[in-house]
Nanobody
Framework: QLQLVESGGGSVQSGGSLTLSCVVS????????MAWFRQPSGKEREGVAR???????TYATFVKGRFTISRDNAKNTLNLQMKSLKPEDTAMYYC???????????????WGQGTQVTVTS
């Protein structure tokens, strides 16, 4: 089980950009896949993007074309570049180690503590 620490959250205006980072303690290459989830206040946690250890990526429909997930195995980091942000992207964002290639909460092995993203209109 990997230890995960996110950073990079903050407040940005609608249309702006942010890049989230997740530092992984342990060998990120050992993970079947890594993912980003988010949880808006008062709502359920949902999958945002996933990258498998072969580099194949999956995105939620609501972020396709705006967000890019990447991993650097040499630096043991997972990143999420977010562009064209909308107020509805406001949420706590979580890094996650996955046990398979599904982008579901039930497939998560370990969670980071989260980083808040707030998009103002």
């Amino acid at each position: 089980q990997l230890q995960l620490v996110e950073s990079g959250g903050g407040s940005v205006q609608s249309g702006g950009s942010l890049t989230l980072s997740c530092v992984v303690s342990g060998n990120i290459a050992s993970a079947v896949s890594m993912a980003w989830f988010r949880q808006p206040s008062g709502k359920e946690r949902e999958g945002v993007a996933r990258i498998a250890n072969d580099g194949i990526k999956t995105y939620a429909t609501f972020v396709k074309g705006r967000f890019t997930i990447s991993r650097d195995n040499a630096k043991n980091t997972l990143n999420l570049q977010m562009k064209s942000l909308k107020p509805e992207d406001t949420a706590m964002y979580y890094c996650a180690q996955m046990k398979n290639r599904q982008l579901t909460v039930t497939s998560v092995v370990s969670w980071g503590q989260g980083t808040q993203v707030t998009v103002t209109s």
